[in-house]
């Protein structure tokens, strides 16, 4: 497996992959019977904490083992593209949030 670094192609993933987690927590916070401001706002609660404990910002310790995740996305059989350092999904959660509800 080759480890390739390209920030353009990471940063693009990232995005999808925060849009496909916004838009799944939405409906399901939808099918929960949320709706308007308080829909908006619990999704942004919930997307940003997912992206924070992906981006290893989160702060995982249980019983003494420390967890840190490292985001890498494949962009072929034999190949994973990351950026050199831990994601930054939290950066992009605002912004499709913006283009999910236009706020």
Request: with cysteine; glycine share 6%.
């Amino acid at each position: 497996m080759r480890l390739n670094v390209d920030e353009k192609v990471f940063d693009e993933q990232q995005v999808l992959l925060v849009r496909e987690l916004v838009q799944n927590i939405s409906v399901k916070l939808r099918e929960a019977g949320l709706a308007g401001k308080q829909l908006e706002e619990t999704t942004a609660s919930i997307a940003f904490s997912v992206a924070s404990v992906i981006d290893d910002n989160a702060g995982i310790e249980v019983e003494g083992i420390e967890v840190h995740p490292y985001l890498t996305f494949r962009s072929a059989d034999d190949e994973l593209t990351h950026c050199g350092e831990n994601a930054y999904l939290h950066e992009f959660v605002y912004e499709v949030l913006q283009e999910l509800y236009g706020s």
